[in-house]
């Protein structure tokens, strides 16, 4: 597939710079496939469009403040960004990170956060501003603590306004502090859109996938295929895994909160599970045009970048039509990207949701 496929006209003034209130006040374009208009609801009308027996999957992960300011011994300034512990066992400690100026700080060089409370060690450069550090809290410290004073929340890069409350990027169900950025369809939940969920009969079950910041890198080869997407580590639970499986085998379908919540679960349908019934590893699942869904019947996301991987899942999850859907969507003012609005497409294939009771957009 060429990349340009994936391209479209993203104006400025789509672009979210800032979340809306409350949560669910989001917009919601809903898909109703090829021969019907969408429909245009809030996110808080989406228990109305979940049937009894559907089980709805998100992604609980929670988001470091692991962007740290830093302070060179040469009075120069420079900027830490953890990514995810490394990979390799002899390296415990050490992280893989963004610096800057990556070139102005040499293997063995301890640098001091501008905050206080930590410090990084340089290891060896990885390429393209990765390298591995080994962070370093002050004595009596734990590292989440030592960020939680040093560090800020990273935002993505097309985000330029001041965010307010560190909270907003944050879902109200997040619980292991382990990503680079937020699961941002998640973030248009409310206690009470999950409430509702559960009266409409359905059932709500976590997934955990830590997401890097190759969310937001931009495809930069010509073939889609050829892009070199990054692992991620996943974790679906024994219990939200024989939610899944007992769903489709009664026919009902599974809804994925998420492009990350579609990964972890179409990546743990391709992995043996563990003793304890969890699947869960590293996955470089790209999902692209033609691939063969196992898991995943209806998908709530943000809009997505031009020329990214995740319109690529997009397009493999409804085909070309979502053109149409995005050009409704920038003609009717919707929010683009991580703050903006979401939509709630049906797979082809896959029954979509009902029309029901909720207020129109």
Known sequence: MRTDELDYELPDEAIAQSPIEPRDAARLLVDRGPDTPPDHRHVRDLPSLIRPGDVVVVNDTRVLPARVAITRST????????????????????????????RKLPAGVVVRSAAGALRFEMGDDLGEGHRLVRPIPEEGTDLLDALTLAGRIPLPPYITAALTDPERYQTVFAERPASAAAPTAGLHLTPAVLDGIARSGGTVHHVELVVGLDTFRPISVDRVEDH?????????????????????????????????????????????????????????????????????????????????????????????RWRDLYATAVTDGYRFLSFGDAMLLTRAGASGPERSGGDAA
């Open 228 to 320: 070199d997407i990054h692992t991620e580590a996943y974790r679906v639970p024994g219990p939200t895994w024989s939610a899944v499986q007992s769903t489709r085998d009664g026919g009902g379908r599974v809804v994925a909160l998420g492009t990350t919540a579609v990964r972890a679960l179409e990546s743990a349908a391709r992995r043996t599970p563990d003793p304890s019934g969890a699947r869960a590893g590293r996955t470089d699942l790209f999902i692209t045009p033609g691939f063969d869904f196992a898991v995943v019947d209806v998908m709530m996301t943000n809009f997505h970048l031009p020329r990214s991987s995740l319109l690529a899942l997009v397009q493999a999850f409804v085909g070309r």
């Open 75 to 102: 009075g120069g300034t420079g900027e830490v960004l953890l990514l995810e512990p490394a990979s390799d066992p002899d390296r415990p400690g050490w992280w893989e990170a963004l610096c800057r100026p990556s």
